[in-house]
């Protein structure tokens, strides 16, 4: 059988393998520590779940618009300009299968062959694999934890040539959970109107953030960036509705017609009564978001705690999203080598680095219960006690 050539470029999840595996050896009864999942534990929020039962009732369950429910891109709208300052209509959303999709349609709607697309790395494992499938570059520009993981204007400004269209900011960030601070936003957003960029931001993670950090919207610093500037975003994150498959893309009207031409095509709406679902999260009290921030807030803290307490692991603190990114660079393993050892000799699960285009780490989620947190790191101590007597040594000395 001969495949597309679209299809040999592309590199599969790892993180869904990863986390597949786990879940499978757990349901075959081993005892698995899975630091690996991408999703909240927290059930869905009962107001949430009440509203697509009353709407399965209410019948609706036929086609609706492929752009969405006209109330819920309305209630998007609204929370675009109360939370962020951007002042974005109905027009401007589009209902997507969540947020990966709504980055797919957008590479769809604005990417032709050999457009470049600048990605910072450590990034979301999708990215590049999106750009590519629709035809585009992906250019990776590699941050350190000097500059914690964040891609400085100088660096943005020379990875810029004229093919370039877009530059994909993710804040706060999966993987490293780094949150870009306004004065940093406002530095990326002078180059990206200087020369003429659109900008994505993807602002899924932005209700999780921690220790006063702040959540700023790169398009809300101004009207030229605000012109050039897409929001992606969804529920999955914030309201622990990772199986609902809903999300939404907010900008210039001539790109929200474009992805709705493709979604037209491709998907049509999203399942209708996961919209209403969606439109009682964004409606109802804001508080489960709130207890389910505080959750992870506690979480992250003995985390931190627990990995820095580890000889050999060093890892940053970082302000949003639910994971860690500790350096294994002393170890002298590579990310895989480490994450397949670790699953076979102590039972955790977590992502190698390498997914994310970063080697020298790994990624932790803490979307998972205390004890499992407690008992995992013990693991994980074990483990790199096993494997670096020369690390304890240079520790001591
Ligand atoms: C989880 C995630 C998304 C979107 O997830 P959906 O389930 O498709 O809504 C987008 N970007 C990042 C960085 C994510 O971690």
New binding site residues.
Partial sequence: MKLAKRVEQVTPSLTLAIDAKAKALKASGVDICSFSA??PDFPTPDHILAAAKQALDDGKTRYGPAAGEPRLREAIAQKLQKDNGLCFGAENIIVT???????FDLMLAIIDAGDEVIIPSPF?V?YPEMVKLAGGIPVIVPTDEKSQFKITPAQLQQAITPKTKLFII?SP??PTGMVYTPAELEALAAIVVANDLLVVS?E??EKLIYDGAQHVSIGALGPEIYERTLV??????AYSM?GW???WLAGPVEIIRAATLIQGHSTSNVCTFAQWGAIAALEGSQDCVESMRVAFAERRQSMFDLINAIPGLSCAKPDG?FYLLPSIAQTGMTSLEFCDALLEEQKVALIPGIAFGADDFIRLSYATDMDTIKRGMERLDKFVRSRSGSIGASRIQ
């Fill in positions: 991408g999703e299968n969540g947020g990966k999709h709504s980055l979301w999708s993710n960030s999966n993807d899924i993670y992606s975003s969804g529920f999955a994150k990772t498959r809903v999300g999203a």
